[in-house]
């Protein structure tokens, strides 16, 4: 896929902005496209990026060479390198996801921490030779970067305990099965399916999806008692902004919508 923009933000992250898309790919074949520090500040930086421009409305993350990652680097780790960013977490992205839409493209192995990412993003593409897993429990380890947070909310809970207790891994096929990859693909197919879902997605209005992604993800933890009242303070000024008066506006006069963010 060729970009607008592209450009080579550090060694190991690779990053290109195209028609309102950031794709951030994780370019270190050598280890599986392992996370160590210097990775995780990079995609950090990509996801801050993201959220600060507003020519941007969604992100794409992916793997270079076939496998999307094989989670934390672990000779990094057994040089007591933790890759983490503060306020961030592991990868630069777990604990804090971006404010905007983010979509997973999995080639290939997707495992660990790897997985962990594929969890933190929003929507999933998978090729159809992708595997998923938590091996974490085969080391003596935990998926501490949200892995038993996430899952038991995106699968059902029996499978969420089968797959993090014995750490085994499982096929793309069985993902899409339980409605954890959107879109299924052929080999090489996935970042091109990521594309269009993020492009779909950027051809609407910037402060909606913003707004539709926080209410999906906050209200989660909302009593159901105030739910409407919380929705309302996301939603108004939404509501209330020059895009809704644009979008209602392109509508009628049956053209495609000028947003402006505001």
Same mark, same amino acid.
């Given at each position: ?114 997985? &962990?990412?594929? =969890?933190?993003? %929003?929507?999933? !593409? $998978? @090729?159809?030779? *992708?595997?998923? +897993? #938590? ?26 305990? &089968?797959?993090? =207790?014995?750490? %085994?891994?499982? !096929? $793309? @096929?069985?993902? *899409?099965?339980? +409605? #954890? ?82």
């Amino acid at each position: 896929m060729t970009g607008d923009i592209a450009e080579r933000v550090a060694a190991p992250v690779r990053v290109e902005e195209r028609d309102g898309v950031l794709v951030v790919t994780i370019d270190r074949p050598e280890v599986r496209n392992a996370i160590d520090l210097e990775t995780a500040r990079h995609i950090a930086a990509a996801m801050e990026r993201l959220d600060a421009d507003p020519g941007l409305v969604a992100g794409v993350i992916t793997g270079a060479n076939g496998t999307f990652c094989a989670g934390m680097d672990l000779q990094a780790f057994l040089a007591g390198e933790r890759p983490s960013v503060p306020g961030r977490g592991f990868a630069g992205l777990v604990e804090r996801p971006p404010d905007k839409p983010v979509i997973a493209a999995v080639e290939g192995y997707a495992v660990a921490g790897g997985f &962990e990412i594929v =969890l933190a993003c %929003d929507l999933v !593409t $998978a @090729a159809e030779n *992708a595997r998923f +897993g #938590l091996p974490e429990v085969k080391r003596g380890l935990l998926p501490g970067g949200g892995g038993l947070l996430r899952l038991p909310s995106r699968v059902p809970l029996q499978l969420a305990m &089968e797959w993090t =207790l014995t750490g %085994d891994t499982f !096929t $793309a @096929a069985k993902a *899409a099965e339980v +409605g #954890l990859v959107n879109r299924l693909t052929p080999p090489g197919g996935a970042l091109d399916a990521a594309f269009e879902l993020a492009r779909r997605i950027a051809a609407n209005g910037p402060l909606a999806v913003r707004a539709t992604k926080r209410i999906i993800v906050e209200s989660r933890d909302w009593p159901w008692t105030e739910a409407f009242a919380r929705q309302a303070e996301i939603y108004e000024p939404v509501r209330s902004s020059e895009d809704a008066k644009e979008g209602a506006r392109a509508f009628t006069e049956k053209r495609a919508p000028r947003w402006r963010g505001r």
